[in-house]
């Protein structure tokens, strides 16, 4: 089974993807570059809870 996170800009705050990962146990929070297009740049996006 897979579970949909949400991933948040960490310069606006806003949560614009969202992502399936599967079961696996991790001790870190899921972090990717991506497109913000409120703040119109590429910026670090955050797992949320």
Known sequence: MKK???LACTV???RNYTKEVGDKTRT???EIKKYCRYCKQH???RETK
């Open 4 to 6: 949909k996170l949400a």
């Open 28 to 30: 870190e929070r899921l």
């Open 12 to 14: 606006c705050g806003s």
């Open 43 to 45: 910026t670090l996006h």
